[in-house]
């Protein structure tokens, strides 16, 4: 009985150690110990023993079923080890494999241009704001100082949402002007800021698109006067067209916030199909702009008596369609990756100042 006991568990330590897997270990445990197994039989015969055969053969393959329980639970945590090695070495990635071409990717001209635009205006010491995309009335116009049912809330052909419980409608923003309203409840004078994002009018077509993107600035301190507002953007033209000398114009025009007004118009060449900047005989409408009205001023908490500022917004597809000599405004946004392919931008290239915008 016990050279019995003793060459079964030869044999079954010898099985359990050349198992290859978890499947072959789990068959040598069910032939050993499941409840047909050889080691289960064994313990079922002690019944039939007499009690000095029992007091021998017992602890004999108690100690066997112990042993060989331990001996497969160490083989098993070894095998799983050696598989889990095996998976990984399966599914390891090259990480350092270079990328193939066309996985490269590249930067949109709208980003391009707002990554140009606000190195400049870092340059002269613009923060960068932001704001919502959904706005309420209060931003978008009332702060603004548009009177309540002026027709210039029409003007600006406005994506509304349905009707609140409460007779209020929130409104895709038409521009970026109701950031100025957020900077200047939350922040106190002196305020330099730009306020690039995605804007939103009800028209379309090769110059119009239903989002479009915007830049706002605005400059809250003490004995700010038009002047500055003509240095700055008067700079802002020279380094983003990246030529000496840009000859600006300067139109009286309406806003609500801005009192007095004005639009900019940079000089341009027409001739040829194509728009060249700096020269020629026509001129070019490229933004809005303004000294802050004193209402708006009022509207967030601001004393016009000892601040004034200036404002201006512009639209960045046109500069990046001017910049880049880009003909539909509608292509940009129609996600073809030929058109991405021909205009884009290399990712690792960052705008600045020191080593060029472009
Ligand atoms: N918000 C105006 C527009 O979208 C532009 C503007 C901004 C004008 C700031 C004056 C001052 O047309």
Same mark, same amino acid.
């Given at each position: 009985m016990t050279t019995n006991i003793a060459t079964l568990e030869t044999e079954l330590t010898a099985a359990v150690e050349t198992a290859a897997d978890e499947a072959a270990l789990e068959a040598v445990r069910v032939a050993a110990l499941g409840k047909k197994g050889s080691v289960s039989e064994l313990l079922k015969g002690l019944g039939g023993m007499s009690p000095e055969e029992r007091q021998l053969a017992g602890p004999a393959i108690n100690g066997l079923k112990v042993r060989l329980t331990d001996l497969i639970a160490a083989r098993k945590a070894?095998?799983?080890?050696?598989?889990?090695d095996a998976r990984?070495?399966?599914?390891?990635?090259?990480?350092?494999l270079p990328a193939r071409p066309r996985l490269k990717g590249s930067v949109h001209p709208v980003m391009q241009v707002f990554e140009e635009v606000q190195a400049i205006f870092a340059d002269m010491g613009f923060a960068v704001a932001e704001g919502p995309d959904i706005e309420d009335d209060f931003h978008n116009f009332t702060a603004l100082n548009f009177p309540e049912k002026h027709p210039a809330r029409d003007m600006h052909d406005t994506f509304f949402f349905n009707e609140k419980e409460d007779g209020s409608r929130m409104l895709l923003r038409?521009?970026?002007?109701?950031?100025?309203?957020?900077?200047?409840?939350?922040?106190?004078?002196?305020? #330099?800021?730009?306020?690039?994002? #995605?804007?939103? #009018?009800c028209d379309s077509d090769q110059t119009h698109t239903p989002m479009f993107h915007q830049i706002e600035g605005?400059?809250?301190?003490?004995?700010?006067?038009?002047?500055h507002l003509k240095g700055?953007?008067?700079?802002?033209? #020279?380094?983003?067209?990246e030529v000496d000398d840009?000859?600006?114009?300067?139109?009286?025009?309406?806003?609500?916030?801005?009192e007095p007004s004005a639009e900019m118009d940079v000089r341009c060449d027409r001739s040829g199909g194509q728009i060249r900047i700096g020269t020629g005989s026509s001129w070019l409408e490229i933004l809005g702009c303004g000294m802050v009205h004193p209402n708006v001023l009022r509207a967030c908490g601001i004393d016009p008596d000892v601040h004034q500022g200036f404002a201006f917004g512009m639209g960045i597809d046109r500069l990046a369609m001017l910049k880049y000599g880009i003909p539909d405004l509608r292509d940009m946004f129609a996600a073809d990756v030929r058109w991405i392919d021909h205009y884009g931008f290399t990712p690792t290239v960052q705008p600045n100042l020191a080593t060029g915008l472009s």
């Amino acid at each position: 009985m016990t050279t019995n006991i003793a060459t079964l568990e030869t044999e079954l330590t010898a099985a359990v150690e050349t198992a290859a897997d978890e499947a072959a270990l789990e068959a040598v445990r069910v032939a050993a110990l499941g409840k047909k197994g050889s080691v289960s039989e064994l313990l079922k015969g002690l019944g039939g023993m007499s009690p000095e055969e029992r007091q021998l053969a017992g602890p004999a393959i108690n100690g066997l079923k112990v042993r060989l329980t331990d001996l497969i639970a160490a083989r098993k945590a070894v095998l799983a080890e050696a598989a889990l090695d095996a998976r990984l070495m399966a599914e390891r990635v090259d990480v350092t494999l270079p990328a193939r071409p066309r996985l490269k990717g590249s930067v949109h001209p709208v980003m391009q241009v707002f990554e140009e635009v606000q190195a400049i205006f870092a340059d002269m010491g613009f923060a960068v704001a932001e704001g919502p995309d959904i706005e309420d009335d209060f931003h978008n116009f009332t702060a603004l100082n548009f009177p309540e049912k002026h027709p210039a809330r029409d003007m600006h052909d406005t994506f509304f949402f349905n009707e609140k419980e409460d007779g209020s409608r929130m409104l895709l923003r038409t521009h970026t002007s109701p950031v100025q309203v957020r900077t200047m409840l939350s922040q106190k004078p002196p305020i #330099r800021i730009t306020a690039p994002g #995605r804007t939103f #009018r009800c028209d379309s077509d090769q110059t119009h698109t239903p989002m479009f993107h915007q830049i706002e600035g605005l400059v809250i301190e003490e004995g700010i006067h038009m002047g500055h507002l003509k240095g700055v953007l008067m700079e802002f033209m #020279r380094a983003f067209f990246e030529v000496d000398d840009v000859e600006v114009r300067f139109r009286p025009h309406h806003f609500p916030f801005t009192e007095p007004s004005a639009e900019m118009d940079v000089r341009c060449d027409r001739s040829g199909g194509q728009i060249r900047i700096g020269t020629g005989s026509s001129w070019l409408e490229i933004l809005g702009c303004g000294m802050v009205h004193p209402n708006v001023l009022r509207a967030c908490g601001i004393d016009p008596d000892v601040h004034q500022g200036f404002a201006f917004g512009m639209g960045i597809d046109r500069l990046a369609m001017l910049k880049y000599g880009i003909p539909d405004l509608r292509d940009m946004f129609a996600a073809d990756v030929r058109w991405i392919d021909h205009y884009g931008f290399t990712p690792t290239v960052q705008p600045n100042l020191a080593t060029g915008l472009s």
